[in-house]
Nanobody, 125 residues
């Protein structure tokens, strides 16, 4: 059972930046695809970005050019760098791990096997 712990959330003004981190509990992390999802109040959880075991990334159109996902296998951590934040980016952000080796990170939350507890990101002036 892989445990995922997110950190780095908080409150920021529009146009600001945050970096989320997701630390995994075990080294097999390096073979997993990792994803970030978010859920805004009253909305369904949605895919934000993913990175597979060889570093191929995939980003939702709504955040493309502003958010960047990366991973450090030595630190068993995945990151989400969020720039030019907008009020509509306000949500709880979740980290997830997919055990399967895929050419592209999956976008469907059903493809992911393990989930973190989430971290709140609030963008407001």
């Amino acid at each position: 059972q892989v445990q995922l712990v997110e950190s780095g959330g908080g409150s920021v003004q529009p146009g600001g930046s945050l970096r989320l981190s997701c630390a995994a509990s075990e080294g097999t992390f390096s073979s997993y695809s990792m994803g970030w999802f978010r859920q805004a109040p009253g909305k369904e959880r949605e895919f934000v970005a993913g990175i597979n075991y060889i570093g191929t990334t995939r980003t939702a159109n709504s955040v493309k050019g502003r958010f960047t996902i990366s991973r450090d296998n030595a630190k068993i951590t995945v990151y989400l760098q969020m720039n030019s934040l907008k009020p509509e980016d306000t949500a709880v952000y979740y980290c997830a791990a997919d055990k399967s080796r895929t050419l592209l990170p999956a976008q469907g939350e059903g493809e992911y096997d393990y989930w973190g507890q989430g971290t709140q990101v609030t963008v407001s002036s």
